[in-house]
């Protein structure tokens, strides 16, 4: 285990790491990274040590952030979509896009949406919706043609952020075994390492209609993998548009588990890496997209989504207006487990007791897009 805890920030206006020894009561926050850039995800890499991040167009708008090679000034708008590592923490950093393109023909590639490392190998998720994978450390991709082949992509509508692959889980014991989440096409899966691809969306909603067909179909919001060999299954959660969902046969079939929650309607989801049961929600107003009655909180279960109980302690009950988006919550590996969470009004969250209170790591940020955790 290690000495020092991670929390990896995306903003809006650029990349932020905070630090923290494992009491995880000081934090000390470094950056803003990545130039200023758009950081849509952050993600730190075991096999090599590197804290990873996505960056795009958008950040900042007009904000200068830059120099091109070619001597011209780039505004946030401008900037290329991009892969930044860094070896030691932030304070130097490299960058690619080598092979980040749909090639000669294809759709210009928006974003880079989420970034998952897994056996040796980087995993990206891009708008419009597609995969590409790196086995170099991120200095060059490779396009996962088979998703975009499955013959529903021209049919695939995008959701309000956009049509994005988001949402990355590789089997822990097995590489060939990928889910792939996107909005709003739903959920796809493969077992040959992405060669072919099958919808797994079976019984989720997509506003009144079930799914009872496992069709191309729904808007996915995020989701998460709590793999439990010892029952002998494969298990997901997912954060959808319409309603909270846990799947215990490797996303073949989903069950609402939205009961006991004030809104059905949020982004992000986490799970706690040493309990399969424990998963974390925020639940939004679905028409406002902020805590309801401005009161923040993170529901958490205990039993696999069978009951909630609100975590509320230590965070503002009081016009606190604000929404986390999907990728902006995530768990240390720690005992007991850390959770954190990164708001639209540029505050972090984090609770060092697995939700049970909660303190702020970071407040006066740009807008949050992202939160990771690692002990390194």
């Known amino acids: 285990m290690g000495s020092k805890v991670l929390v990896l920030v995306g903003t809006d206006k650029g990349a932020f790491i905070m630090e923290s020894d494992v009491a995880r009561k000081k934090w000390n926050v470094k950056g803003p990274f990545c130039e200023g850039r ?43 979509t991009e892969i930044w590592k860094s070896p030691d923490a932030g304070e130097t950093w490299t960058h690619s896009a080598e092979g980040l393109t749909y090639g000669e023909g294809g759709p210009k590639i928006e974003k880079v949406w989420h970034i998952e490392p897994a056996h040796g190998i980087l995993y990206a998720g891009v708008e419009p919706a597609g995969l590409f994978k790196s086995t170099d450390g991120g200095v060059t991709w490779k396009h996962v043609a088979g998703l975009r082949e499955h013959p529903s992509c021209p ?25 792939a989440g996107t909005s709003a096409a739903g959920l796809f899966y493969t077992a040959d390492g992405g060669k072919t691809w099958e919808p797994r969306n079976r019984n989720t909603r997509n506003f009144d209609v079930v799914n009872k067909d496992n069709e ?48 059905d309607f949020g982004f992000p989801m986490a799970v706690l890496p040493h309990d399969h049961r424990s998963i974390y929600v925020v639940p939004l107003d679905g028409n406002g997209r902020f805590m309801p009655e401005g009161k923040a909180a993170v ?72 939160v990771g955790a690692a002990v390194v």
């Open 38 to 80: 758009r950081t849509m995800h952050m993600a730190y890499d075991p096999a090599t040590k590197c804290v990873l991040a996505a960056t795009g167009a958008g950040g900042g708008h007009g904000i200068f952030v830059g120099m091109a090679p070619d001597g011209t000034m780039l505004y946030g708008k401008d900037v290329p």
């Open 155 to 179: 049919s695939w509508n995008g959701g309000n952020g956009g049509l994005c692959l988001h949402s990355i889980v590789v089997h822990p014991d097995d590489p060939d075994r990928i889910w």
């Open 299 to 370: 529901f958490r279960s205990r039993d696999g989504g069978d009951s909630w109980t609100r975590q509320g302690k230590g965070l503002p009950q009081n016009g606190a207006f604000f929404g986390v988006l999907r990728d902006a919550m995530s768990v240390d590996t720690l005992l007991p487990g850390g959770v954190y969470f990164g708001t639209n009004t540029g505050e972090v969250f984090g609770s060092s007791d697995e939700g049970d209170s909660w303190d702020v790591v970071a407040g006066y940020l740009p807008p949050v897009l992202s």
């Open 216 to 263: 191309v179909s729904g808007c996915v919001h995020h989701v998460v993998s709590a793999i439990a060999p010892r029952e002998g299954r494969d298990l997901l959660y997912q954060q959808n548009h319409f309603g909270v969902y846990r799947s215990t046969d490797a996303g073949e079939n989903w069950q609402d588990i939205s009961a006991g929650l004030p809104s």
